[in-house]
């Protein structure tokens, strides 16, 4: 949704005056401007998810997530601070030691927006040990691989799924370090879903989990959408 001038509504962000729309959370008014605020499981498309935490701001004082809370006249949002930017570099690490994440031999490299935002936020290596979790790599569908093991829990596919494909072919599963992605098949195979490789769900992973068989390194490393621009930028902004 475009601006709208004539509301004339505004809040402040890093000590700048940002408009928003009535019903505009914080970081769609953000999105809108041009402002970035580090995000991972939020996308302008779906349902807000507030699950990976990364967009977490001060609101006057108080710390909440941006994908969450409603824009409002008098806010004085704080985002690009060296204290939130510590705290995402530390969630960052996290996400990449719960996960098997190998940049270099990952197709997803240059396109991924965990590696993006890990570039933006200056992480320099994962500071705490490995988890090396032993997750399953589902290869039985004809035009999809899934590789359980980059999966980030935003959620993203499964709201594809349901909203958009209407196949509820993805759910969320398990509790605390064992929460994991679930195919919604008797045998949990993809192959025995109703998934093609044109539903908005094979296309919407931020990270490297869903991936087109026969299709790895069309577009040449240098020149993938994070290789051109930072995610700060905006030409970086585009979702898929």
């Not at 769609?28 to 349902?47: E, G, K, M, N, S």
């Not at 040990?129 to 399953?136: L, T």
């Not at 045998?187 to 026969?214: E, F, H, N, W, Y």
Request: charged share 20%; net charge negative; aromatic share 6%.
């Amino acid at each position: 949704m475009r601006y709208d001038a004539s509301v004339g509504l505004s809040f402040t962000l890093d000590g700048e005056d940002l408009p928003f729309n009535p019903g505009d959370t914080i970081l769609q008014a953000a999105t809108r401007a041009d402002r970035y605020i580090p995000h991972l499981c939020w996308h302008p498309d779906f349902v807000t998810q507030g699950s990976c935490r990364l967009c977490t701001v001060k609101i006057n004082g108080r710390t909440g997530a941006a994908c969450t809370v409603q824009a409002a006249v008098g806010l004085d949002v704080e985002s690009n601070t060296e204290e939130l930017n510590g705290h995402r570099k530390t969630l960052l690490q996290m996400l990449f030691v719960e996960g098997n994440h190998f940049c270099p031999s990952c197709e997803k490299s240059g396109h991924c927006l965990l590696q993006a935002t890990a570039y933006e936020m200056g992480m320099e290596g994962p500071h705490f040990e490995e988890f090396y979790p032993d997750r399953p790599v589902d290869a039985s569908h004809p035009d999809l691989l899934l590789d359980f093991n980059r999966c980030i829990l935003c959620g993203l596919c499964v709201s594809a799924s349901r909203d958009v494909d209407g196949k509820n072919v993805f759910s969320i599963g398990g509790h605390g370090i064992g929460t994991h992605l679930l195919v919604n098949s008797e045998s949990g195979r993809l192959a025995d879903t109703s998934m093609a490789l044109t539903d908005r769900a094979a296309s919407v992973c931020p990270v490297g989990v869903i991936l087109p068989k026969r299709g790895g390194f069309v577009v040449p490393i240098g020149q993938r959408r994070f290789d051109l621009h930072a995610v700060s930028d905006p030409a970086g902004h585009e979702t898929p």
